[in-house]
């Protein structure tokens, strides 16, 4: 009997990390392991988020954002309905109920909800956090295509952007504003901008460098209120720094779990839907979360796709590999050696924007001078648009902010994700951002090889000049140097030139 | 005079190692006794105009080297070599096979080749194993080599010829995009065909390390990218991405002559530039400005600008996702609208000296001659017309060159292997198990000039002719055939390996016919390439002895020049369609999974291997050249300063570089060239210097290449620096 039952999946949202544990079950379909059908509110597959700001700045086509081909999905078999929210889950009879009408019933069932935009709680917005933003004109968040087309009919007008938030998305919005020619005004509470994750010294030179973007950049602003005319968003009224005017406000102030279908069957929330370390919702083993929505092992959903698509990869092999249990068959406990996906997947922050390298990973408050466990190593060029902070603890990289520094900054991240040890010398990763690394200073002798193809050295090359040849053909048919791949033919030269007085 | 007509004084022909296929030439002229000392010179030739390297130089050292084998040499009961006479080492071989296959069946006897071998070796061993053996059980080394190359290339294009375009090409090129491939060194009279891109500003080298090619790319002449091992793919999926994103792709050739640009899209849709940084350790700015160079170039170059060219190389594709990233690549010059257009184009640099030709005449497990597969029966029988044999005489698909070696001697492998012109007890991955395997064989034979460190494990060794004693063609890394000329009389002793074929194929009463005579098994093999992908029925060997210049496919509908310059057969491919039924390229999305086993846990280094200018291959030749011996004696351990500091390593020092495959001792060799996370070491020595003692038998699930480039190791300084 078992082995008749053919299980039905159903996936609730169709964002990336949807996709990628999408991508993850398609063998199990081509299997025919079980029927997977997906349900979106948004009519699009699967898109990049990431790069939405580069769409509302028309500098990336929309048509590039999609990390899925919808096609080759229904070639494959998935059941794709999009465009259809789920209204409600009933749990005890497996069925997720559509708000087009159709029901699906399931054996498995994956939350992939995401999150929403947070609606900070200002006068004339309606913050009720629960309900997908009901926002007057003009004031937008950036978290679906259609935030982006409606941006951008902003800044296509000219219009003066005002951005809300100093976090990432707000930055990096900015930046692709700015990138394209718009000036937009990053508004923020707090000294400096990205300052919960970057210490003081590197949030200073983040809004120096901001500004030389083309990122008006207004801090420690404490907003009050929108302020509207007939037309729309006119300006944020603030404590103290009166009335920012604008054509248009981005809320960039974080996002929220999308938890209310979840906890509509009875599943427990808390900043995300809860689930154990494996992904599980439920006590049967039939209802997991992932992504944005979740609340992992008490773990606050981390609002970056790396997590997020760790687990996807996980849950995927997981069920393959694991059978749901059969229709009628009681619930049973996953069995005790089952590992577990990557807990507390890095908290790595890359800045996106182009000319204005920052990354920024762990805890880098800690100042070269507190004393302590960790080791604090600090290198700061202001003018140059420089900035380096390592915190090490036992040898082992906590923290860092890398800014302008470009090859260390990527080095580092690799380091950080690894637990590597560093270099001794701190300085070391300073200079791998150095284009004029030379081979070697010291004067070749008269041993050394100057011609790698034939072997001949700066001996051999020297007494063919001594004994008369004039020019870099004689000395290879004299020694055989310049003779293979050519690259040393401008030491031969240097050498000719040096024997022959002017 | 042309340089490359008969001069009766001299002797034109090609240098014996890599796929460059140098014209040089040698003195005394055709079929002269072995002398001292034979003078080598560079011949002008397009490859290499004239210019060779040290290992080209000094190659005649090896034709009249005291330690060259002069006789056949069996096993003896005492474990040491008797010389015994060609009779009696012919007829021993003959029996041991017939009575394995009697006991065991055929597939007990196997045959190993190489991308050393003549083309008309190659073409009569996958003949001498099919029919003569009977066995399915052939593959070669390059396996090792080029199979992901190969594989990606039939995906994509439907062909797979090395440089689908002549070398020459890249003279003009604008911007030349090099992955994995450090011709400075390993055929380094290349580099000239880079100086008009570095003139340009536009040579762009990813490496690992900062290696000789990589410095080419110094004060302006390009930029160098260096990622950390095993993440080559994300690290193109990101230049896709931006390629895609900036909307930087050709439209129209897309739209025209290649499938799949949806699903392409959609598998770059994840990889933009920060997280592609965040995986490689390449900064994003610097993937943007290499993807918008590679744009504008592309762009130009169809406007009159010079090409445009991405260029694949074994650091590439030795990874067990080896054949995704080069279709990485190939999607990126897709994107750019290159191959098949004068613009520029796709090409993978082949590394041994017939490489190309040695993997299309019927030395792979599936393969038959011309590029033909064994499991097509169309394909037989046109193959088994021109033997002379039924269809159904021809074995079907055997296994590739890993789990032929791994299996050697267990249950389901081989107990007798034949090996030709290859050393896989030192360039096999895991060659600890490969050497157990070789240990565990009933009989083994190994061909050889040298007693190899495979030789030295035989029961019997047949000694052979080098290259300048034997007649036959080759075929080089942009696809021209090319003659190799005999210009010494064969020593005392050794024999042809189409004579030692001819002689057993006699002795096993074998179907077909097998000649001892290059040009007789050279029109045999026209014949049977007739038709296949690799044709090459219109190739004339009067032709290639007057200096043509071949290029195939070749049939007998091409007319064939001798005029000095002119090309003839397929010199560019593609210009008219690609190879598949529609014409049409394939943009085959690929994902970033694992590529090859997990690096950087804590405490490991990442192991890349990889060659020195002075050696060739496993060293087997090089090493007896007095001159390459003395200029690197020894594998040396290339590590960054900080990375040999932070574990107490000075320079010189003996280190022990481990895993949990093996162990191999090397002296540190300390340069900032290394990353931080990484060690080199060359895999041209022997013994305990084996760098192939510590990599994985893990192959790619498509092409069967080992990956090579990603092992796992930790580092273990021994007594005092030196």
Same mark, same amino acid.
């Not at chain 2, 009766?8 to 240098?15: G, L, N, V």
């Given at each position: 009997?078992?082995?008749?039952?053919? &299980?039905?999946?159903?996936?609730?949202?169709?964002?990336?990390?949807?996709?990628?544990?999408?991508?993850?079950?398609?063998?199990?379909?081509?299997?025919?392991?079980?029927?997977?059908?997906?349900?979106?509110?948004?009519?699009?597959?699967?898109?990049? @988020?990431?790069?939405?700001?580069?769409?509302?700045?028309?500098?990336?086509?929309?048509?590039?954002?999609?990390?899925?081909?919808?096609?080759?999905?229904?070639?494959?078999?998935?059941?794709?309905?999009?465009?259809?929210?789920?209204? /409600?889950?009933?749990?005890?009879?497996?069925?997720?109920?559509?708000?087009?009408? /159709?029901?699906?019933?399931?054996?498995?069932?994956?939350?992939?909800?995401?999150?929403?935009?947070?609606?900070?709680?200002?006068?004339?917005?309606?913050?009720?956090?629960? =309900?997908?933003?009901?926002?007057?004109?003009?004031?937008? =968040?950036?978290?679906?295509?259609?935030?982006?087309?409606?941006?951008?009919?902003?800044?296509?007008?000219?219009?003066?952007?005002?951005?809300?938030?100093?976090?990432?998305?707000?930055?990096?919005?900015?930046?692709?504003?700015?990138?394209?020619?718009? @000036?937009?005004?990053?508004?923020?509470?707090?000294?400096?901008?990205?300052?919960?994750?970057?210490?003081?010294?590197?949030?200073?030179?983040?809004?120096?460098?901001? @500004?030389?973007?083309?990122?008006?950049?207004?801090?420690?602003?404490?907003?009050? $209120?929108?302020?509207?005319?007939?037309?729309?968003?006119? =300006?944020?009224?603030?404590?103290?720094?009166?009335?920012?005017?604008?054509?248009?406000?981005?809320?960039?102030?974080?996002?929220?779990? @999308?938890?209310?279908?979840? =906890?509509?069957?009875?599943?427990?929330?808390?900043?995300?839907?809860?689930?154990?370390?494996?992904?599980?919702?439920?006590?049967?083993?039939?209802?997991?979360?992932?992504?944005?929505?979740?609340?992992?092992?008490?773990? $606050?959903?981390?609002?970056?796709?790396?997590?997020?698509?760790?687990?996807?990869?996980?849950?995927?092999?997981?069920?393959?590999?694991?059978?749901?249990?059969?229709?009628?068959?009681?619930?049973?406990?996953?069995?005790?050696?089952?590992?577990?996906?990557?807990?507390?997947?890095?908290?790595?922050?890359?800045?996106?924007?182009?000319?204005?390298?920052?990354?920024?990973?762990?805890?880098?408050?800690?100042?070269?001078?507190?004393?302590?466990?960790?080791?604090?190593?600090?290198? $700061?060029?202001?003018?140059?648009?420089?900035?380096?902070?390592?915190?090490? &603890?036992?040898?082992?990289?906590?923290?860092?902010?890398?800014?302008?520094?470009?090859?260390?900054?990527?080095?580092?991240?690799?380091?950080?994700? /690894?637990?590597?040890?560093?270099?001794?010398?701190?300085?070391?990763?300073?200079?791998?951002?150095?284009?004029?690394?030379?081979?070697?200073?010291?004067?070749?002798?008269?041993?050394?090889?100057?011609?790698?193809?034939?072997?001949?050295?700066?001996?051999?090359?020297?007494?063919?000049?001594?004994?008369?040849?004039?020019?870099?053909? &004689?000395?290879?048919?004299?020694?055989?140097?310049?003779?293979?791949?050519?690259?040393?033919?401008?030491?031969?030269?240097?050498?000719?030139?040096?024997?022959?007085?002017? | 005079?042309?340089?490359?007509?008969?001069?009766?004084?001299?002797?034109?022909?090609?240098?014996?190692?890599?796929?460059?296929?140098?014209?040089?030439?040698?003195?005394?002229?055709?079929?002269?006794?072995?002398?001292?000392?034979?003078?080598?010179?560079?011949?002008?030739?397009?490859?290499?105009?004239?210019?060779?390297?040290?290992?080209?130089?000094?190659?005649?050292?090896?034709?009249?080297?005291?330690?060259?084998?002069?006789?056949?040499?069996?096993?003896?009961?005492?474990?040491?070599?008797?010389?015994?006479?060609?009779?009696?080492?012919?007829?021993?071989?003959?029996?041991?096979?017939?009575?394995?296959?009697?006991?065991?069946?055929?597939?007990?006897?196997?045959?190993?080749?190489?991308?050393?071998?003549?083309?008309?070796?190659?073409?009569?061993?996958?003949?001498?194993?099919?029919?003569?053996?009977?066995?399915?059980? !052939?593959?070669?080394?390059?396996?090792?080599?080029?199979?992901?190359?190969?594989?990606?290339?039939?995906?994509?294009?439907?062909?797979?010829?090395?440089?689908?375009?002549?070398?020459?090409?890249?003279?003009?090129?604008?911007?030349?995009?090099?992955? %994995?491939?450090?011709?400075?060194?390993?055929?380094?009279?290349?580099?000239?065909?880079?100086?008009?891109?570095?003139?340009?500003?536009?040579?762009?080298?990813?490496?690992?390390?900062?290696?000789?090619?990589?410095?080419?790319?110094?004060?302006?002449?390009?930029?160098?990218?260096?990622?950390?091992?095993?993440?080559?793919?994300?690290?193109?999926? %990101?230049?896709?991405?931006?390629?895609?994103?900036?909307?930087?792709?050709?439209?129209?050739?897309?739209?025209?002559?290649?499938?799949?640009?949806?699903?392409?899209?959609?598998?770059?849709?994840?990889?933009?530039?920060?997280?592609?940084?965040?995986?490689?350790?390449?900064?994003?700015?610097?993937?943007?400005?290499?993807?918008?160079?590679?744009?504008?170039?592309?762009?130009?170059?169809?406007?009159?600008?010079?090409?445009?060219?991405?260029?694949?190389?074994?650091?590439?594709?030795?990874?067990?996702?080896?054949?995704?990233?080069?279709?990485?690549?190939?999607?990126?010059?897709?994107?750019?609208?290159?191959?098949?257009?004068?613009?520029?184009?796709?090409?993978?640099?082949?590394?041994?000296?017939?490489?190309?030709?040695?993997?299309?005449?019927?030395?792979?497990?599936?393969?038959?001659?011309?590029?033909?597969? !064994?499991?097509?029966?169309?394909?037989?029988?046109?193959?088994?017309?021109?033997?002379?044999?039924?269809?159904?005489?021809?074995?079907?698909?055997?296994?590739?060159?890993?789990?032929?070696?791994?299996?050697?001697?267990?249950?389901?492998?081989?107990?007798?292997?034949?090996?030709?012109?290859?050393?896989?007890?030192?360039?096999?991955?895991?060659?600890?198990?490969?050497?157990?395997?070789?240990?565990?064989?009933?009989?083994?034979?190994?061909?050889?000039?040298?007693?190899?460190?495979?030789?030295?494990?035989?029961?019997?060794?047949?000694?052979?002719?080098?290259?300048?004693?034997?007649?036959?063609?080759?075929?080089?890394?942009?696809?021209?055939?090319?003659?190799?000329?005999?210009?010494?009389?064969?020593?005392?002793?050794?024999?042809?390996?189409?004579?030692?074929?001819?002689?057993?194929?006699?002795?096993?009463?074998?179907?077909?016919?097998?000649?001892?005579?290059?040009?007789?098994?050279?029109?045999?093999?026209?014949?049977?390439?007739?038709?296949?992908?690799?044709?090459?029925?219109?190739?004339?060997?009067?032709?290639?002895?007057?200096?043509?210049?071949?290029?195939?496919?070749?049939?007998?509908?091409?007319?064939?020049?001798?005029?000095?310059?002119?090309?003839?057969?397929?010199?560019?491919?593609?210009?008219?369609?690609?190879?598949?039924?529609?014409?049409?390229?394939?943009?085959?999305?690929?994902?970033?999974?694992?590529?090859? +086993?997990?690096?950087?846990?804590?405490?490991?280094?990442?192991?890349?291997?990889?060659?020195?200018?002075?050696?060739?291959?496993?060293?087997?030749? *090089?090493?007896?050249?007095?001159?390459?011996?003395?200029?690197?004696?020894?594998?040396?351990?290339?590590?960054?300063?900080?990375?040999?500091?932070?574990?107490?390593?000075?320079?010189?020092?003996?280190?022990?570089?481990?895993?949990?495959?093996? +162990?191999?001792?090397?002296?540190?060799?300390?340069? *900032?060239?290394?990353?931080?996370?990484?060690?080199?070491?060359?895999?041209?020595?022997?013994?305990?210097?084996?760098?192939?003692?510590?990599?994985?038998?893990?192959?790619?699930? !498509?092409?069967?290449?080992?990956?090579?480039?990603?092992?796992?190791?930790?580092?273990?300084?021994?007594?005092?620096?030196?």
């Amino acid at each position: 009997m078992s082995q008749m039952f053919r &299980e039905r999946i159903v996936v609730i949202g169709f964002g990336p990390v949807a996709a990628a544990l999408i991508e993850g079950l398609l063998p199990g379909l081509a299997a025919g392991l079980f029927a997977l059908d997906v349900v979106s509110a948004e009519e699009h597959a699967a898109y990049n @988020r990431v790069l939405l700001a580069e769409v509302a700045a028309g500098a990336t086509p929309a048509g590039h954002l999609g990390m899925i081909d919808p096609l080759r999905l229904a070639a494959a078999g998935v059941g794709l309905h999009l465009g259809e929210s789920a209204t /409600r889950v009933d749990r005890s009879r497996r069925l997720v109920f559509l708000d087009s009408g /159709r029901t699906l019933a399931y054996d498995r069932l994956v939350f992939a909800t995401g999150a929403r935009p947070v609606v900070p709680t200002l006068n004339g917005l309606d913050f009720a956090p629960h =309900a997908e933003a009901n926002l007057p004109a003009g004031v937008m =968040a950036l978290r679906t295509l259609e935030d982006a087309a409606a941006l951008s009919r902003v800044l296509v007008s000219g219009g003066r952007v005002l951005v809300l938030g100093g976090g990432i998305l707000g930055i990096e919005a900015a930046l692709a504003m700015a990138e394209a020619g718009h @000036r937009p005004v990053l508004v923020h509470h707090g000294p400096v901008p990205l300052g919960r994750a970057v210490d003081p010294d590197g949030g200073m030179l983040l809004a120096r460098c901001l @500004r030389a973007s083309g990122v008006e950049v207004v801090s420690g602003v404490r907003a009050t $209120a929108v302020r509207r005319d007939s037309a729309g968003f006119t =300006a944020l009224a603030t404590e103290d720094h009166g009335e920012i005017a604008g054509d248009a406000l981005l809320l960039s102030c974080g996002v929220r779990a @999308r938890t209310e279908l979840a =906890a509509g069957c009875g599943l427990k929330v808390g900043s995300g839907i809860q689930t154990n370390e494996h992904l599980v919702a439920d006590t049967e083993n039939r209802v997991f979360a992932l992504g944005d929505c979740a609340e992992v092992a008490g773990a $606050a959903p981390a609002g970056l796709l790396a997590p997020g698509w760790a687990q996807a990869g996980w849950l995927a092999d997981f069920l393959l590999k694991h059978r749901a249990p059969a229709p009628d068959a009681p619930s049973r406990p996953l069995d005790p050696g089952t590992e577990a996906p990557a807990q507390g997947a890095s908290n790595v922050l890359m800045l996106k924007g182009q000319g204005m390298e920052l990354v920024v990973a762990g805890n880098v408050m800690a100042g070269p001078w507190d004393g302590g466990r960790a080791r604090v190593s600090v290198f $700061a060029d202001p003018q140059a648009g420089q900035y380096l902070k390592l915190v090490t &603890e036992d040898e082992v990289l906590t923290g860092f902010l890398a800014i302008g520094l470009p090859r260390a900054g990527a080095e580092l991240v690799l380091a950080f994700e /690894r637990g590597s040890t560093l270099p001794q010398d701190r300085s070391t990763l300073l200079r791998l951002d150095d284009p004029g690394i030379p081979g070697s200073l010291a004067a070749a002798r008269a041993d050394d090889q100057l011609c790698r193809c034939t072997g001949a050295t700066h001996g051999q090359v020297a007494r063919a000049v001594e004994e008369g040849c004039d020019t870099v053909a &004689e000395v290879g048919t004299a020694c055989r140097a310049g003779t293979g791949c050519g690259g040393c033919r401008g030491k031969i030269e240097a050498m000719l030139r040096v024997s022959v007085p002017a | 005079m042309t340089s490359s007509a008969v001069d009766t004084r001299t002797t034109p022909t090609h240098c014996p190692y890599c796929a460059l296929q140098c014209g040089i030439s040698l003195d005394p002229g055709p079929g002269a006794e072995a002398r001292e000392p034979v003078l080598l010179a560079g011949r002008d030739f397009e490859t290499n105009g004239g210019a060779l390297c040290r290992k080209g130089y000094s190659a005649a050292n090896l034709l009249n080297h005291p330690e060259r084998l002069g006789s056949p040499l069996r096993r003896t009961a005492d474990g040491g070599f008797a010389p015994v006479g060609w009779d009696e080492a012919l007829e021993l071989l003959a029996q041991r096979a017939a009575s394995i296959r009697r006991e065991h069946g055929a597939d007990a006897v196997a045959v190993f080749g190489a991308g050393g071998l003549t083309n008309e070796k190659a073409y009569q061993l996958g003949k001498f194993a099919r029919l003569a053996l009977g066995t399915s059980r !052939i593959d070669y080394n390059g396996r090792f080599c080029m199979s992901s190359a190969a594989a990606a290339g039939n995906r994509a294009f439907g062909l797979d010829r090395g440089l689908p375009f002549p070398l020459a090409d890249l003279d003009s090129a604008s911007m030349i995009l090099m992955l %994995g491939s450090n011709v400075a060194e390993t055929m380094p009279p290349f580099v000239r065909h880079l100086e008009h891109a570095r003139a340009c500003g536009g040579l762009i080298v990813v490496d690992p390390r900062r290696s000789p090619t990589a410095e080419l790319c110094a004060d302006g002449s390009g930029w160098h990218l260096q990622p950390t091992p095993g993440t080559d793919l994300q690290l193109l999926l %990101g230049l896709a991405h931006v390629l895609l994103a900036e909307n930087m792709v050709d439209d129209h050739y897309l739209a025209k002559r290649t499938y799949g640009l949806a699903g392409l899209r959609a598998s770059v849709g994840a990889w933009w530039p920060e997280r592609v940084a965040a995986t490689t350790g390449v900064p994003a700015a610097e993937i943007r400005r290499t993807a918008r160079a590679l744009g504008a170039a592309a762009s130009a170059a169809k406007t009159g600008g010079g090409g445009v060219f991405i260029l694949t190389g074994r650091g590439v594709e030795q990874h067990t996702n080896g054949t995704d990233t080069t279709t990485a690549a190939i999607n990126i010059a897709l994107l750019l609208g290159l191959p098949g257009t004068p613009g520029g184009g796709f090409g993978t640099i082949t590394g041994q000296g017939n490489g190309q030709g040695g993997r299309e005449h019927g030395q792979k497990a599936d393969q038959l001659p011309g590029y033909r597969k !064994i499991t097509d029966p169309a394909h037989r029988k046109h193959v088994a017309g021109v033997w002379g044999v039924d269809p159904a005489t021809i074995p079907g698909p055997g296994i590739p060159a890993t789990e032929l070696l791994h299996t050697l001697g267990t249950a389901s492998g081989a107990r007798m292997l034949l090996v030709h012109g290859s050393n896989p007890v030192l360039s096999s991955p895991d060659a600890a198990q490969v050497l157990a395997g070789i240990r565990r064989l009933d009989f083994l034979v190994v061909c050889d000039f040298f007693l190899s460190e495979t030789a030295a494990e035989a029961d019997l060794v047949l000694p052979v002719l080098q290259w300048a004693e034997e007649e036959g063609t080759m075929t080089n890394l942009e696809g021209r055939v090319l003659r190799r000329r005999a210009a010494l009389r064969a020593p005392e002793g050794a024999r042809g390996e189409l004579w030692i074929m001819a002689e057993l194929a006699k002795r096993l009463e074998s179907p077909g016919t097998f000649s001892a005579d290059a040009r007789e098994v050279f029109e045999e093999l026209r014949l049977a390439s007739a038709g296949g992908l690799a044709d090459y029925s219109g190739v004339d060997w009067d032709d290639l002895d007057a200096g043509a210049a071949v290029y195939w496919p070749c049939s007998t509908d091409h007319a064939v020049s001798r005029i000095p310059g002119q090309r003839s057969g397929t010199p560019r491919l593609f210009l008219d369609g690609f190879a598949h039924p529609d014409a049409r390229a394939r943009l085959v999305p690929v994902y970033a999974g694992a590529s090859g +086993e997990e690096l950087h846990s804590e405490g490991q280094l990442a192991l890349v291997t990889g060659r020195l200018l002075e050696h060739y291959q496993t060293g087997t030749q *090089t090493r007896r050249v007095a001159e390459l011996a003395a200029a690197a004696p020894e594998a040396r351990l290339e590590i960054h300063p900080a990375t040999a500091r932070s574990r107490g390593i000075a320079e010189g020092q003996r280190v022990a570089v481990r895993n949990r495959r093996g +162990e191999v001792v090397a002296r540190a060799a300390l340069s *900032t060239s290394a990353r931080l996370d990484t060690v080199f070491l060359p895999f041209h020595f022997a013994g305990n210097q084996n760098a192939n003692l510590l990599t994985a038998a893990r192959v790619d699930p !498509i092409s069967a290449m080992p990956g090579f480039k990603n092992a796992s190791v930790s580092l273990h300084p021994l007594g005092e620096a030196s």
